[in-house]
């Protein structure tokens, strides 16, 4: 990630909306998330990452979108891992999964 030095946060928003341009166009999935990665284990900056919850619904009749849907989840699971906060918003209400609500 590059951003000028005097950045002090940086907002992402929506990890599940690049996951699923990167999966339309055929990118090397991996990788990118493998950067996605570094970069969230030693951020630059203060990181605020966006990202949809996929798997509290139905399961998706079709492949592709049960891929995307496990994809999804995985990378949500590994940032989660790496994150000092995550917060769940549920009908506007801010629920603290891991740290503290700021």
Same mark, same amino acid.
């Given at each position: 990630m590059?951003?000028?030095?005097d950045? @002090? ?11 699923g341009?990167?999966m339309?166009?055929?990118?090397d ?5 493998e950067d996605?990665? @570094?970069?969230?284990?030693d ?7 966006v ?9 998706p ?13 995985w990378?949500?699971?590994?940032l989660?891992?790496?994150?000092? @906060?995550v917060v ?5 209400i ?5 740290g503290?609500?700021p």
């Amino acid at each position: 990630m590059n951003l000028p030095s005097d950045v @002090r946060v940086c907002l992402v928003d929506c990890l599940t909306v690049w996951l699923g341009n990167l999966m339309h166009y055929e990118k090397d999935l991996e990788a990118y998330l493998e950067d996605l990665y @570094r970069v969230v284990d030693d951020p630059p900056c203060e990181l605020i990452l966006v990202t949809n919850e996929t798997g509290l619904g139905i399961v998706p009749a079709d492949p592709m979108s049960r891929i995307f849907r496990d994809r999804a989840g995985w990378m949500n699971q590994r940032l989660a891992l790496l994150a000092d @906060r995550v917060v769940l918003l549920m009908a506007g209400i801010p629920l603290a999964i891991k740290g503290t609500l700021p």
